[in-house]
Structure formats: structure tokens, C-alpha cells
């Protein structure tokens, strides 16, 4: 290959990686912009009214909260199910390593279409034990019937996990622990398919009467709502950064160190 054709090519590669990386970033940039508008419209929906029993969508499955509006408040009326709860391991908060505590929240059968059914709710967090890393913290629930307040999300937390998990008897008590809990471990598990998307709590239960009151110590410290967006600016500025230093290294090699070097050798005497 003759060095004309060599620069030819350097030339086509480089504007080919320059091209791609400049695709590439303002791909992420359009990403970033479409979950920038996403998050505000899920910080909106923290200023409408609650939603209530009858509010809730009884059709789809668990998995289906991508249709519900997100982050919005609602308060519902219902009797916990205890016996039905599940710790989520692997869940930090406060850089404490700890379980987050799942239990079902059967509506209340007077209020609402979804009457008797049942919808997930991330109650909060609880510290691992120092000493013991399997023992399961004790959880206190009212028995009676409890007004809860909390916002919607899309579904329960999810953790990367290796291989599956054991499949639970319909008859099994818990607390479980977990390191996920799927609509199969559910559907399984109450003997019916929970209601779709998830409540994270926001505040302690309000029992219906005082005897019914239990001590509440789930620490609720939820990260706030995002989207994202950061990362994918991150991956922008990444991918730009790259097509300028693609420009920048072929200028250096192709123009002006050849001019350097010429005139270099021009100045030697001979």
C-alpha cells in the first residue's frame, strides 16, 4: 500500500469512528432528554389527589405497572397479611446492608371493584443482624383493619440474582427471605395474581382502632425518583469525548506531525 492510499484510509476510518461516536452520543442526549421529561412528569404526579381502593386498576398482572401513574399518592383501606410477608435480601439503605419487608395488603371488601384482592407493598427497611446474617428480624403488624399511605410504583425492588430460587407451598408461613419475589412466587403463594404494580409505604400504619396498633420500626428513607437521565449524559459526554479525540488524533498524526517532522529534516544542514 502506497502512503497516499494509507492516508486514504486512515482518513475513511477516521471519519467512520467519528461518525459512529457522534451517533452514538447524540442518541444518548435524545435518551437523556426523553427521561428528563419522564421524571417530570412522575414528579407531577406527587401533587394530584390520592388514589383509593376504588382507584385501582383490577385487570393485568403484577408486571403491568408501567400503566399506572407513578409515584402518585395513595392512601388504601385493607388488613395486612403477615403471614405472607417476605424479606428482599441484599437491600442497602443508609449504607447499612439490611432487608427490605414486602407484605400483601388485602382491600378492604367494602371499598372499591378490586374488593378482596391483593396489592404488594414495600412496608420498609430493616437492618441485618450484626451476629447473624440469616436470622429475620421480627415484624410487628397490626392485625385489624389499617389505613396505609404510600405511592405507586411500577413493581417490587429487583436484584441481580444467580440461578432460581425455590418454589414456595401455598400452605408455607412467612417471613420468606428472598433475594427477589416474582408473580410466580405470588400467584403461588396467596392463590391469586396480586394486583398490578406495587405501593412503597410512606408512613406508619394508621390502625382503626388503638388495640389494633402496633410499633412501627421500618426505616423508610426511599431514594428519591429518577430515571436515569444522569447516566445516559454520562455515556453522551463519554461518546463525544471519544469522536473529538478520534479528530484530534488524526489531525496530530496525519497533518500536523508529518508538517513537524518535514520541516525538522529541512532545517538540517547538510
Not at 412528569?41 to 389527589?49: G, T
Not at 367494602?110 to 441485618?128: D, T, Y
Not at 389499617?146 to 429487583?158: A, C, T
Not at 395474581?193 to 388503638?210: F, I, K, M, R, Y
Amino acid at each position: 500500500m502506497t502512503p497516499g492510499s494509507r492516508r486514504v484510509v486512515v482518513w475513511l476510518a477516521a471519519a467512520v469512528m467519528t461518525a459512529l461516536t457522534m451517533k452514538l452520543g447524540f442518541w444518548q442526549w435524545r435518551r437523556a432528554a426523553e427521561k428528563e421529561q419522564a421524571q417530570v412528569h412522575m414528579l407531577a404526579q406527587q401533587h394530584q389527589p390520592p388514589w383509593g381502593n376504588a382507584d385501582w386498576p383490577c385487570e393485568g398482572t403484577s408486571q403491568a405497572g408501567g400503566h399506572l401513574p407513578l409515584y402518585r399518592p395513595v392512601v388504601l383501606l385493607g388488613h395486612w397479611l403477615p403471614e405472607k410477608t417476605v424479606l428482599l435480601d441484599n437491600r442497602p439503605m443508609d449504607g447499612q446492608s439490611g432487608f427490605l419487608v414486602v407484605t400483601p395488603l388485602q382491600l378492604d371488601g367494602a371499598a372499591g371493584p378490586c374488593r378482596g384482592r391483593v396489592v404488594l407493598v414495600e412496608r420498609g427497611w430493616v437492618p441485618r443482624d450484626a451476629h447473624d446474617r440469616l436470622k429475620l428480624s421480627a415484624i410487628d403488624t397490626p392485625t385489624g383493619m389499617v389505613s396505609l399511605s404510600g405511592r405507586v410504583v411500577e413493581g417490587l425492588s429487583r436484584t441481580y440474582q444467580l440461578g432460581s430460587e425455590p418454589s414456595v407451598a401455598s400452605t408455607s408461613r412467612g417471613p420468606l427471605l428472598r433475594q427477589n419475589a416474582d408473580e410466580a412466587l405470588w400467584r403461588a403463594w396467596l392463590g391469586q395474581t396480586p394486583l398490578p404494580g406495587a405501593v412503597q409505604q410512606l408512613n406508619p400504619d394508621v390502625a382503626a382502632t388503638s388495640a389494633d396498633h402496633a410499633a412501627d420500626v421500618l426505616r423508610r428513607n426511599w431514594p428519591e425518583p429518577s430515571q436515569g437521565q444522569a447516566r445516559n449524559l454520562g455515556y453522551a459526554i463519554q461518546w463525544f469525548a471519544l469522536a473529538a479525540l478520534t479528530v484530534g488524533l488524526t489531525i496530530w498524526f496525519q497533518i500536523i506531525r508529518p508538517r513537524r517532522v518535514h520541516r525538522a529534516h529541512d532545517h538540517v544542514p547538510s
